[in-house]
């Protein structure tokens, strides 16, 4: 699997550095989330998010963006004394492909899809870790995506988007939906 993720990598480089109108570059930020019908609101866990994003740019105004990035998804609720604690930690490799649209110099609007893989999850309570095995939760997570971006310079530019999941992320308990903002600060190479 990390062989695999290492040869996408090195693809993106160089059809960055070899194709006109074709970019790269890194990306990272923070992940604001909740679940969906976990019974607790709010954008409560927080993660870091990484990665890598390959850009082209079909004209002064449209482009394709798709990344390849680790995004902590999940939800956490931490109660009074009375109430219980509740933690749903979600890990995915995802990989969103969006069109983006200037609308003013130096900013645009995107709307997309992103795949998510689950590569591996936990869900604690106030007892402790529920068995994985009670949980049932989808390997497979397609959200629909939309998102801002404002170019500081050439090569450096920041993001925020709102994710949500098309399909339920879980085989057994009631529906629940991932629901994301993200921040990120761009660097392109």
């Keep these: 699997m990390r062989s695999f993720f290492l040869a996408i990598i090195l693809g993106l480089a160089v059809v960055s550095s070899s194709a006109q109108g074709f970019y790269g570059g890194v990306i990272g930020g923070l992940v604001f989330s909740q679940v969906d019908g976990d019974d607790y609101g709010g954008y409560r866990k927080i993660g870091i998010q990484g990665g890598f994003y390959v850009r082209y740019e079909f004209n002064e105004k449209m482009s394709l963006?798709?990344?390849?990035?680790?995004?902590p998804k999940g939800s956490f609720f931490k109660g009074d004394r009375n109430q219980s604690r509740f933690k749903i930690s979600l890990h995915y490799i995802d990989l969103p492909v969006s069109v983006g649209y200037q609308i003013f110099e130096n900013f645009e609007l995107s709307?997309?899809?992103?795949?998510?893989?689950?590569?591996?999850?936990?869900?604690?309570?106030?007892t402790g870790v529920i068995p994985n095995d009670k949980l049932y939760y989808k390997r497979f997570d397609i959200n629909g995506l939309i998102g801002t971006l404002?170019?500081?310079?050439?090569?450096?530019?920041?993001?925020?988007?709102?994710?949500?999941?098309?399909?339920?992320?879980?085989?057994?308990?009631?529906?629940?939906?991932?629901?994301?903002?993200?921040?990120?600060?761009?660097?392109?190479?």
């Design 111 to 126: 709307a997309g899809l992103s795949l998510g893989v689950l590569s591996k999850y936990q869900v604690e309570d106030a």
């Design 65 to 71: 963006t798709t990344k390849l990035r680790y995004v």
């Design 150 to 189: 404002y170019h500081i310079t050439e090569n450096i530019s920041v993001s925020l988007e709102y994710a949500y999941s098309l399909s339920p992320i879980n085989k057994r308990l009631k529906p629940q939906r991932n629901n994301l903002l993200l921040t990120s600060l761009r660097y392109r190479f």
